[in-house]
Nanobody
Framework: QVQLVESGGGLVQPGGSLRLSCVAS????????MRWYRQAPEKQRELVAT???????IYADSVKGRFTISRDSAKKTAYLQMNSLKPEDTAVYYC???????????????WGQGTQVTVSS
């Protein structure tokens, strides 16, 4: 079994910063791409940022220049540094990862449970 656990969410004022973490654990051979999604109330889930196993990154236009995705592959952890936060960044942030499973060798996508980010004065 594989689990993804996010942390680091909270309440922050506009213009502030937060750093989210996502740790993968369990029967893992390797973690390939890791992603951060977000979902605001009554809106569709949105892909925010992707980082490949080689470290290449892709960002949604809405967060370019403000958010930075990174990873520590040895720790099976992804991070999302969020700067210059805006009220419209308020959402539940979810981690997602492509995992090669340890015993089967199969690849499966796993999701974390989400962490709330609220940007408000």
């Amino acid at each position: 079994q594989v689990q993804l656990v996010e942390s680091g969410g909270g309440l922050v004022q506009p213009g502030g910063s937060l750093r989210l973490s996502c740790v993968a654990s369990g029967s893992i051979f390797r973690v390939n791409a890791m992603r951060w999604y977000r979902q605001a109330p009554e809106k569709q889930r949105e892909l925010v940022a992707t980082i490949t196993s080689g470290g290449s990154t892709i960002y949604a236009d809405s967060v370019k220049g403000r958010f930075t995705i990174s990873r520590d592959s040895a720790k099976k952890t992804a991070y999302l540094q969020m700067n210059s936060l805006k009220p419209e960044d308020t959402a539940v942030y979810y981690c997602n990862a492509d995992v090669i499973q340890q015993y089967t060798g199969g690849t499966k996508i796993y999701w974390g449970q989400g962490t709330q980010v609220t940007v408000s004065s």
